[in-house]
Structure formats: structure tokens, C-alpha cells
């Protein structure tokens, strides 16, 4: 037995089945007339010649008002009359048929109905075009939707615009807006943050301290993000501070780890790794003491072009573990010498083209000696056209610090820094 005469027996034995048969009985003018669709036919030349009742309910019109007196393109917008002769007219011409067409069709009074259209030519025994037959769906709730959606993108990019705003407002604040003048000196920076939505964790100064001596370093915090804001906040204030009373870089780091551990002594776990230093300039060049908590070595690049790493082993992380241990290291500068500190977002980064490897410590050595810069703004040039290469491989913050001797040493104080968050800083 068939699954309709099964449902018939069913609806038998129910005393139902006379109504379930006239449900299958409906006619065919009925399942046309009163479909959930509008239906249409119109003559090749676009004349109407028969429409459902579906379609004129939504309309408000009778069927006397469209057939045989008005065409399809006078039921449209004068946007959609248009694109339906240059667009959809042709279509059906070459290819018999269109489908998925968004329109808008014009009711009565003067409101707009939104709809989607799907038209095919009807072709006689001869093969000649005889009628245009449409099909055309109420898409109100369909236009309601994408309008919801379309305010909700809106809303969104306007949130996602403030953010930005505010992670390039914050991350200014944790940066300085100038570096001070080193007499004799050249410094320039260079900063490059990941991501324009969230806040960076890396961090850099320089600043005076007592007599000659001046005191700067470079620091990278864990995460990103408004917690990684406050440690970078903590962390920078608290090394301006540390430096003014302690005069040896490594009590300034151990400062700093205690206030860090004092910080988040109860819950989470913030660290960061830094190189603080001192520099004392003279007539001949300037003595700086490094001290490194868990960094990349500091680089330094000699007059006659050599490049070596100034090595820190064994510098524990900042804010990581009580009682925690860091290395010093001194190093002097000559006329034509620079020191480069920078994050590590530059050592891991991914230069397209080299299968995911990152870019090594030892590459970084050999770009520096090959790139012949001998100044601080030369050398901080050359590495920002290097990440710029990189493209989307910088996946990391990157902050770069160099300090240099000119050459000349008759060659006054200057500043260049340098912070794609904004214009140049002189």
C-alpha cells in the first residue's frame, strides 16, 4: 500500500478521511491562485497576461487593472525598470532565463515591496519565445533582516573604531613622546604594534639621572591587552624610579621584581623581560652598564661595520619568582659605534617565503653588518624597510631603541624617533 493510502486508512478509521481527501483534491487554478508566491506571465514585449491572486493581494491592485493593460516594468521602481531593460532583459533574450533577481516592486499607495524575482521564457513546439513566466517572493522580512544585520556591522566598526582609537591613545601614554637630547649622542626609536586593536606590552625611555649619567631601557611585557597596559604602566614608572635612588642597574631590576610579585601577589602572573642600562658620555665616546632580566642580548655595531651581541646569560625573567637573578654586562662606545636594544618581535618574526621559519638571531647580526648603517636613525632605517618586507610575518610588537657616537664628535645632541602609531617625532 502507498504511503497516501496509508494515510488515507489512517484518516478513515479517524473519521477524517473525507477532509483529507479534499486537501488533495485541490485544483490547480486554487494551488496558482493562492500559492505563497506571486506568479506572473507576461508577453515577450513585457505586457502582463496573467497574474495570481498571491500577487495582487501584496499589490493592492485587481487583475483588471494589470492584465493586458499595464507591463511588468510599470509594477517596478524607476531603479529597478532600468536594471530589468538593461540587465535582466538581455539575460533572458540570451539565456532563457533569470533567477535570484532583488527588485522592488511598487503597491498601491506608493509603498515598496521588496521581492526576489526568478523569470524563464516559455517557448512554443516551434522554438519561438511565446511568454515570460515570473516567480517573485515577498522579501520583507528578508530586507528587515539584512538591514538589522547591515546596523549591527555598523555599530560594530563604530565600536571597533573607538578601540582603536583608545588602544593608539593608551599605547602613546605608555610610550614617551619624545626622547631626551644625549650630549654627543644620536638616539632613535622605532615602535610597531601587532595589532591596532588591542594595547602593545612593549615599552622603551630614556632619561637623565644624576650629574652625566643618563639611564634608558627596552622591556617587553607578557600579553597583550588593557591587563598588559597596567604592567607596562607599572613597569615603566616603576624602572624612572628605581634608577633615581639605586645606582646600580641590577637594583634597579630587583625593584622591579618585587614590585611586580608585590603587585599580583594575589592571583595572575604578570612578568616581563627587560634591559636597563646606564651611560655616562665623555669626550671620547660614553661606559654603559647593561642589565638583562630574561631579554634578547643588546646588539652592538662597531665603526667599521662588525656587529656582535653583548651577552646576558643567564638573566631571569622579571616578576616571575621571588629573589630572582640578573646579569650585567659593561660595554664602551667610540666615535662611529652604536647599541641597538630591541623585542623580540623582531627575532620571531616570519618573513614570507621561508616556510613559517622565523627570522634568527644570527640573520639579524649578519643583516646589521651587511647594511653598512653607522648611525642610530641609520640603523633604526634599516630595520623598519626590514620588518616592513615582512609584511603580515610581524606577528609580534616590535620596539627598537639605538644610541650611537657620531663619527664627528664635534656632532651636538640629536633625537629621532620614530613610532608608526603616528608622524615622525622630531
Not at 329 to 350: C, K, N, P, Q, W
Not at 370 to 377: L, P
Not at 403 to 415: C, E, M, N, Q, Y
Amino acid at each position: 500500500m502507498s504511503g497516501v493510502e496509508d494515510a488515507r486508512g489512517a484518516d478513515d478509521d479517524n473519521g477524517v478521511g473525507a477532509s483529507f481527501s479534499a486537501l488533495l483534491e485541490d485544483s490547480v487554478e486554487d494551488l496558482y491562485e493562492n500559492a505563497p508566491c506571486g506568479y506572473l506571465s507576461t508577453l515577450m514585449d513585457g505586457t502582463i497576461a496573467k497574474v495570481n491572486g498571491t500577487l495582487l493581494g501584496w499589490l493592492g491592485l485587481r487583475r483588471d487593472e494589470l492584465v493586458g493593460r499595464r507591463s511588468f516594468g510599470d509594477l517596478l521602481t524607476v531603479g529597478g525598470r532600468i536594471y530589468y531593460e538593461t540587465h535582466i532583459g538581455p539575460m533572458l533574450a540570451m539565456h532563457g532565463e533569470a533567477g535570484g533577481l532583488a527588485l522592488e516592486l511598487k503597491a498601491a499607495g506608493g509603498t515598496r515591496l521588496p521581492v526576489l524575482v526568478t523569470s524563464k521564457v516559455k517557448k512554443g513546439d516551434d522554438g519561438a519565445a511565446q511568454l515570460i513566466r515570473t516567480t517573485i517572493f515577498d522579501a520583507r522580512d528578508r530586507r528587515a533582516y539584512e538591514r538589522e544585520l547591515l546596523r549591527a556591522r555598523r555599530e560594530s566598526d563604530a565600536g571597533r573604531d573607538r578601540a582603536r582609537r583608545l588602544a593608539s591613545t593608551l599605547q602613546r601614554t605608555l610610550l614617551p613622546p619624545v626622547l631626551m637630547t644625549v650630549p654627543g649622542m644620536e638616539v632613535a626609536a622605532y615602535y610597531h604594534p601587532a595589532s591596532v586593536d588591542e594595547v602593545g606590552g612593549d615599552f622603551y625611555d630614556l632619561f637623565p639621572l644624576t650629574g652625566d649619567t643618563w639611564g634608558f631601557f627596552l622591556g617587553d611585557v607578557s600579553g597583550k591587552g588593557a591587563e598588559a597596559a597596567v604592567v607596562t604602566s607599572l613597569a615603566r614608572y616603576t624602572l624612572r624610579a628605581a634608577s633615581v635612588y639605586d645606582a646600580e642597574p641590577v637594583g634597579v631590576l630587583d625593584n622591579l621584581n618585587t614590585v611586580l610579585l608585590q603587585q599580583y601577589s594575589g592571583g595572575g602572573t604578570r612578568f616581563c623581560t627587560v634591559i636597563y642600562g646606564s651611560l655616562v658620555p665623555d669626550h671620547t665616546g660614553c661606559a654603559i652598564t647593561l642589565v638583562s632580566g630574561g631579554h634578547p642580548p643588546a646588539v652592538v655595531i662597531r665603526a667599521d661595520g662588525a656587529a656582535e651581541f653583548l651577552h646576558t646569560e643567564g638573566g631571569m625573567l622579571v616578576g616571575a619568582v621571588p629573589g630572582a637573578k640578573f646579569t650585567e654586562v659593561s660595554v664602551r662606545l667610540a666615535a662611529g659605534d652604536t647599541l641597538l636594544l630591541y623585542s623580540d618581535g623582531l627575532t620571531e618574526a616570519r618573513p614570507a617565503g621561508t616556510g613559517g621559519e622565523r627570522y634568527s638571531e644570527e640573520e639579524l647580526l649578519d643583516f646589521l653588518a651587511e647594511s653598512r648603517a653607522g648611525t642610530a636613525s641609520e640603523v633604526i632605517d634599516a630595520l623598519t624597510a626590514l620588518l616592513t618586507g615582512f609584511g603580515d610575518g610581524v606577528e609580534d610588537d616590535t620596539a627598537l631603541l639605538a644610541l650611537s657616537i657620531p663619527a664627528s664628535r664635534d656632532h651636538g645632541g640629536v633625537v629621532r624617533t620614530t613610532d608608526t602609531t603616528g608622524p615622525p617625532l622630531d
